[in-house]
């Protein structure tokens, strides 16, 4: 017996849970502050472009998303590309930039980069579909994967 995921993705979408959202992005976050804190000074840029790309690499899943068994899909309901990924990632990436700028950043950070990130939290929770400002932007949304079961 064969288990395969495969992607929930209907005419209907259905909102995903917004606390597998949001442990998945905790856990995209610790990967981009691990590489900051392991490839000083340079970490901190790989730390963003992994947050910037990492939704289009695999198939529409960031390391966070294969954990938690979510998937970015484009509204086709074909897999999250990188440039797509790029642009649902806009909110975060600006707020890892300002947050790498010693004072100026991160007055950045208190003043636009937060009230952001709680607008685009107050969006997954508040959404009919869960639909962030970077979703939105990217003409993305985000599925659950499930089981099914092959037969031989």
Not at 27 to 33: E, F, I, K, S, T
Request: charged letters at 20%.
């Amino acid at each position: 017996m064969e288990v395969e995921m495969e992607r929930e993705v209907s005419a209907v979408k259905v909102k995903t849970s917004v606390l597998k959202r949001i442990l998945a992005r905790l856990v995209d976050g610790l990967v981009a502050w691990a590489f900051a804190l392991v490839l000083p000074p340079v970490g901190i840029l790989v730390g963003i472009v992994y947050l910037a790309v990492a939704d289009g690499v695999q198939k529409g899943q960031s390391l966070g998303k294969m954990v938690f068994g979510l998937e970015v899909v484009t509204s086709d309901g074909s897999p999250c590309d990188l440039k797509a990924s790029i642009y649902r990632n806009i909110p975060f990436e600006l707020a890892l930039l300002f947050a790498a700028v010693p004072l100026l950043g991160w007055i950045l950070l208190i003043i636009a980069g937060i009230p952001i990130l709680l607008i685009e939290l107050w969006l997954v929770i508040a959404d009919h579909h869960g639909l962030r400002l970077g979703d939105r932007i990217a003409g993305t949304t985000v599925v659950e994967l499930v089981h099914s079961e092959l037969k031989p």
